[in-house]
């Protein structure tokens, strides 16, 4: 594809100590460096119901063209509750986040007479997380989700600084392969591009809330595809649902190659 | 203009290329008068060694000046030039618009501009154009992007020099 | 954004169905974020063959060209239409001449072929590698989008109408997530004694 693929990509993982073109002999003062950050692939995704919520990742673990695990599980229970959070980017970064908001998850509910945290408030407080360090970034992309107290799937998706939307979204993907998955997505989920077969191309597809059998089912197409064609994703696909009845959790195979 | 001078208040950056298409060039100083009448003499060249009622179409004229174009981008020296080309075809009678950029990307548009002028008339032309315009309609159109130009542009506006390409030839014009 | 395959924008993508092929492509032409034309087609007919062409737009157009006089020629000499697979031949062998000084293209070629009634598609870098798939090419600044589309969206043997609505999904769906793609698209399903070429209309935006 195209001519940068002629050009030899990297195989350093980015995080590095190096002394950067240093090799002059003038005794000039070497610069050194460091970068604080690497991308370790991977793709998330998360897709919500009416009365339910999916979010899923896959499992691989990857610096440059290196696997350094092929059962890493990036989709989070935030304690004994039904909040989830998925986070894709840098590894290190990613499992901070997850870790800080189980924390306070759980602080939460010990401090409110084991009251557990609503959805909207874990959106908040991950905000404030996220932004609390906006001039030293968490190098990670989350999606966070659970039930609202009316039982409905909510979901909303973060960048690395904390954006989100309040009103939360349909469906969410972020990491390595997210330019792929999203327009299926749009594709699927919000029926873009559809039109009503009587309609002749004028009336749009009315968007509707999908059964959580249709819901698995693209998000395992969805993960089976970008493993096709993206060499970061594979391995294995871990899908937790939560319903009313609770948090469930689904490991499924990817291709390995 | 060099640098923030102003030369000449009244610069025709449009040659004539045959009896019924015009082009219009800006770019960089030197490049755009030496490529346009290399181009016009060419043309021109084609007209004389053919019966002179038989000339380029101006859709044959856009192709030519695309490849000279694209010869001159892979040159040592690229010609640092953006065209526009009008004309009408005499055999068909239809109108012709041709968009072309220094890298000799061209296209048949309705409506074109090259420079500033595009962020400022593009929109205004996306909105207020239709395919039947009539010429009173199109001298309109060019005041109302004159005028947003003028209002919107930082600079001392000069101007624009208008010429119209019908079937019987090409016509200066006040606006 | 220096980067000439992706200052004009473009996509295309071709798919093989069962004794048919499909390609398709934008009909946006850009100067970086700047729309320029929303009618500027990329994919340009040779007899019995389909070529797409994304990429830098001034080698979209002189490649075309230039394999429109290559083609011509082709039928001269031999007094027949050149076969997909002759083309595919007759591109990478071109582009390879250019080898470091390339066209900044990224071509797909679709069609059937008259003898075997075969389909067949493949796609190129812009230095004439072949990429010979069974079952889709893509190629332009959309074409990560089209690869998620098209793996998720394609399966075997599939019939023209069916083709012709997965491809043209693929393509919309793709398009309205890359910037410097869209404002509508051209469609040909390639059947052994038909084309149908369809417009379709999109986001203009």
């Known amino acids: 594809m195209s001519l940068s693929s002629v050009e030899p990509l990297s195989f350093d993982p980015a995080y590095s100590f190096e002394a950067s073109q240093s090799r002059d002999h003038s005794g000039a003062p070497r610069q050194h460096s460091f970068n604080p950050y690497t991308d370790n692939g991977g793709t998330i995704l998360g897709i919500t119901g009416d009365d339910f919520v999916v979010l899923a990742g896959d499992t691989r673990h990857t610096a440059g063209y290196n696997i350094n695990s092929r059962t890493e599980r990036k989709v989070y229970r935030l304690g004994d509750n039904n909040l989830i959070l998925a986070t894709v980017g840098f590894g290190a970064d990613s499992k901070d986040v997850a870790e800080t908001m189980t924390r306070a998850v759980n602080d939460f509910k010990f401090n409110h007479n084991l009251k557990n945290m609503t959805v909207n408030a874990a959106a908040q407080y991950l905000f404030t997380v996220l932004y609390g360090n906006r001039f030293f970034p968490k190098y990670t992309h989350c999606i966070l989700a659970g039930l609202d107290k009316d039982g409905k799937g909510r979901l909303y998706s973060y960048d690395s600084v904390g954006s989100y939307s309040k009103e939360g979204e349909r469906r969410a993907a972020a990491g390595a392969a997210s330019s792929l998955i999203v327009p299926f997505l749009d594709n699927q989920v919000e029926f873009k591009n559809q039109y009503l077969p009587a309609s002749n191309g004028t009336q749009e597809r009315p968007v509707e809330d999908l059964p959580k059998e249709t819901v698995i089912k693209l998000v395992k197409d969805a993960f089976t595809s970008a493993t096709e064609r993206h060499i970061e994703v594979g391995d294995g696909l871990q899908i937790i649902t939560v319903t009313k009845d609770g948090v469930f959790e689904e490991m499924t195979e990817l291709k390995k190659d | 203009m060099r640098g923030v001078t102003v030369l000449k208040e009244e610069d025709d950056k449009t040659r004539t290329l045959n009896p019924h298409t015009l082009m219009a060039f800006s770019g960089e100083a030197g490049d755009t008068v030496q490529f346009a009448e290399y181009i016009q003499a060419n043309v021109q060249l084609y007209g004389m060694r053919n019966n002179s009622k038989w000339q380029l179409s101006p859709s044959a004229v856009a192709s030519f000046v695309r490849r000279e174009l694209a010869k001159s981008l892979r040159s040592r020296k690229p010609y640092y030039v953006n065209l526009l080309i009008g004309g009408f075809d005499t055999n068909t009678n239809e109108p012709h618009l041709y968009w072309l950029d220094y890298l000799a990307a061209s296209a048949r548009t309705p409506y074109s501009a090259h420079g500033y002028a595009q962020y400022y008339c593009l929109s205004i032309l996306d909105k207020h154009h239709n395919p039947n315009i009539t010429l009173e309609e199109g001298q309109k159109l060019l005041r109302m992007c004159h005028e947003e130009l003028v209002k919107r542009l930082p600079i001392d506006y000069k101007g624009l020099l208008v010429k119209v390409i019908r079937a019987d030839g090409i016509t200066e014009l006040e606006l | ?205």
């Open chain 3, 1 to 205: 954004m220096s980067n000439p395959f992706s200052i004009n924008g473009g996509a295309v993508v071709a798919m093989v169905g069962k004794d048919c092929v499909a390609i398709a492509c934008d009909l946006r032409l850009g100067m970086q974020a700047l729309t320029v034309s929303n009618d500027f087609p990329k994919i340009f007919n040779y007899g019995d063959v389909y070529l797409g062409l994304t990429g830098l737009a001034t080698d979209v157009t002189t490649v075309s060209e230039m394999f429109r006089y290559k083609v011509n020629m082709y039928r001269l000499r031999e007094e027949r239409d050149i076969e997909p697979e002759t083309m595919a031949n007759l591109v990478s062998s071109s582009l390879y001449e250019k080898r470091f000084g390339p066209y900044f293209v990224s071509p797909v070629i679709a069609g059937i072929n008259p003898h075997s009634q075969k389909p067949f598609v493949c796609g190129f870098d812009s230095i004439g590698c072949i990429d010979f798939a069974k079952d889709f090419i893509v190629s332009g600044t959309a074409s990560d989008q089209l690869f998620g589309t098209c793996e998720s969206l394609w399966e075997p043997d599939m019939e023209p109408e069916d083709l012709f609505e997965t491809i043209s999904q693929a393509m919309l769906n793709s398009v309205d997530r890359d910037a410097l793609s869209g404002w509508g698209a051209h469609v040909y399903v390639i059947t052994k004694d038909k084309v149908v070429k369809r417009l379709l209309k999109g986001r203009q935006d």
